[in-house]
Structure formats: structure tokens, C-alpha cells
């Protein structure tokens, strides 16, 4: 799914600006990183939730809030405003509430959603850095690129590589791909410009809260009050 959904959501892209992609060394070099990044968020978090539950992976996932302004200030000497640092730490709090964590002692699952967050901290962070300095339709054609084959490598040793899907799998992954990640991406790289890595990271930490709401709406689903107020 994964090799299919950023294969075709890089020739979405490649094809219309293919005139505006840039061949450089910095550049395919930035999207390189960003493309091991993104691998690894997808690989460890679909991987993690083999071993431990939905909520629990939310709220694991969700530390790369904290993570970003942490990393920012250890590696790269970078402090973060102290709003910047409320909003981080209200933002986990808020999580554990709406997503009801569950403590049943470390496994597996919770180590490779902890390797996730970090992924994502430190995708967000050199998109921040890579995106004032390159081309970024180039920046996400080429990620997309990276995580094609490295996806597909995947696929292939598991035996799993295959085009016979359902109609509902194929809507799904064209949504995914056009949607969720050729336009999304774009945006990103355009809004991380102007926004610096730790505040973005704020605003990113509000898909829980969308997910929660459409998982109300279309779903059926139902919260308990401290979901509410988480």
C-alpha cells in the first residue's frame, strides 16, 4: 500500500513540474534524509500497532511534540519560545485525556512507536531547515521517491507486491496518495517557511483532534468526558 500510495502520489506530482525539479547534490542529498524519515515513521508505526493498541500509539506518537523543541535546543542550540514549550507539554496532556491510555507496561509496539516519534520530530525539523534552502516540489518528489523503493524493497522480500486490490482498497489509496500526501506535502513545505519547526509541531499535533471528530461523525464513535476535556 505504501509503495503504491507514494509511487503514484510521486508521478502526481513529477509530471506537471517535472520542468521546475532541481538535480542538484544538496538537494537530492536533503531529500534523502527526508525520505529515510518518512520511511521510517510509516514502517514503525504501522509495525507498532501489531504490539500495542491504537491509543496507546496515539498518545506515543504524539511526543514528537515535545521532541522537537527538545532536539532543536540539544542539537542545534535552537530555544524555543516558553508558549512554544506550554503549548508542547498541553498538547501531551491533552492527548492522554482523549485518548484514554492504557498502561500495560512497555512491549515491543511502544518502542517502535517511540522510534516513530522521533522520526517524525526530526522529519519536521529539516523540513524546516531544507525548505528555505531548496526547491520544495523537489524536495517532495524526491522524499516520495526514496520511500517508493524503499517500501517496495519491503514488499518485495515479504511476497506481498501485488496490483490486485479492491475497488474500495484503490479509492483509498488514490485519496491517500493525491490527497493525504501530494497536496498535504506541498503545503507543508510551503507553511514551513514562515512557521518555525516547534510551533509547527503544535498545530500538527491537532490531527488527533480532527481524527477524533470524524471518527464521531462517520464512524459512530463515542467519547467518554475526559475525552471531551483531553
Not at 522521533?118 to 520511500?147: E, P
Amino acid at each position: 500500500f505504501l509503495f503504491l500510495r507514494f509511487a503514484i502520489a510521486a508521478l502526481a506530482l513529477a509530471i506537471p513540474f517535472h520542468k521546475k525539479l532541481k538535480w542538484d547534490r544538496g538537494t537530492l542529498k536533503a531529500s534523502g534524509i527526508l525520505g529515510l524519515l518518512l520511511t521510517t515513521i510509516y514502517i514503525t508505526q504501522t509495525e507498532g500497532l501489531r504490539f500495542t493498541s491504537a491509543s496507546n500509539s496515539a498518545l506515543i506518537t504524539g511526543f514528537y511534540v515535545v521532541f522537537i523543541p527538545l532536539s532543536l535546543k540539544i542539537f542545534f542550540h535552537v530555544r524555543s519560545s516558553a508558549y512554544i514549550v506550554a503549548g508542547a507539554v498541553l498538547s501531551v496532556a491533552g492527548l492522554y485525556l482523549l485518548t484514554q491510555y492504557s498502561p500495560t507496561g512497555i512491549n515491543v509496539g511502544d518502542l517502535l512507536t517511540l522510534i516513530c516519534a522521533m522520526a517524525c520530530a526530526w522529519h519536521v525539523i529539516f523540513i524546516g531547515k531544507d525548505t528555505v534552502r531548496y526547491n520544495g516540489i523537489s524536495l517532495v518528489v524526491f522524499q516520495f521517491l526514496v520511500v517508493t523503493l524503499l517500501c517496495g524493497g519491503v514488499a518485495a522480500f515479504r511476497g506481498s507486491m501485488t496490483l490486485e486490490l479492491s475497488e474500495m482498497v484503490w479509492t483509498s489509496l488514490l485519496i491517500n496518495a493525491i490527497f493525504c500526501s501530494a497536496i498535504v506535502f506541498v503545503i507543508q513545505m510551503w507553511a514551513q517557511k514562515i512557521v518555525e519547526p516547534a510551533r509547527a509541531g503544535v498545530i500538527f499535533v491537532s490531527e488527533a483532534v480532527f481524527g477524533t471528530f470524524f471518527a464521531c461523525w462517520l464512524g459512530d464513535e463515542r467519547l467518554t468526558l475526559l475525552s471531551w476535556f483531553g
